[in-house]
Each structure stands twice: as C-alpha cells, then as structure tokens.
C-alpha cells in the first residue's frame, strides 16, 4: 500500500526557510517520479517542483525557480523541498505526489495528506 507522509510545515517569517520532507512507502521509492503540489485557500492546486527516480532531472514551477529546491534519498526513501526566501504567497497546504501506471486501474496517483506551511510576520 503506497503511503506518503509529509512533514515539516509550520509558521516562519517572510525572507525565511523551511525544508519539507515526504516519507514514502510501499512501493519502489528509487524508480519513481515524485512531485510536490501546494494549494493556497481559494486558488488552484499549483505544482511546485518534480523531480526523476534517479534524481538527475528536475523541474520547478515559475513562482519558486531560484528559491525552492527539490532532492530525495533513495536510501531513506524520502524527498524534499527545501524553501528558501519564503513570501506570503507561498503559504499552503504542500502535497506529496507519485502516480504509476496499472494494468487494472491505468494511471494512479498517489497523494499524501499535506502539510501546511505558512509565511507570516
């Protein structure tokens, strides 16, 4: 069964950093594609940043290129985010995300419940 358990969120000031991280489990971590989302109240889901099984390619969203970075440890069967220069803006609820492809069902994602971040003075 595909678990994802993030944590990390909390309150910090705007120019401030956060790192989230994503345990993952019940399932070969090192061989897929993970992705962070946010939602901020009222707005649409937004993804954040993904990055490849073997870590080597990684794409960000427009709003956090230069401030956010993605990384995982297939060791630890984890990936983060690391946030850097925090804005107002960037306060939601961050999602975990992985998905596969099955013969049964076709594509699934899988989400974790989310962990709520907020940038406030």
């Known amino acids: 069964q595909v678990q994802l358990v993030e944590s990390g969120g909390g309150l910090v000031q705007p120019g401030g950093s956060l790192r989230l991280s994503c345990a993952a489990s019940?399932?070969?971590?090192?061989?897929?594609?993970m992705t962070w989302y946010r939602q901020a109240p009222g707005k649409e889901r937004e993804l954040v940043a993904t990055?490849?099984?073997?870590?080597?390619?990684?794409k960000y969203g427009d709003s956090v290129k230069g401030r956010f970075t993605i990384s995982r440890d297939n060791v630890k069967n984890t990936v983060y985010l690391q946030m850097n220069s925090l804005k107002p803006e960037d306060t939601a609820m961050y999602y975990c995300?992985?998905?596969?492809?099955?013969?049964?069902?076709?594509?699934?994602?899988?989400w974790g419940k989310g962990t709520l971040v907020t940038v406030s003075s």
């Open positions: 995300k992985t998905g596969e492809f099955t013969t049964v069902q076709g594509w699934m994602d899988y």
């Open positions: 019940g399932f070969t971590f090192s061989t897929y594609t």
């Open positions: 990055i490849t099984s073997a870590g080597g390619r990684t």
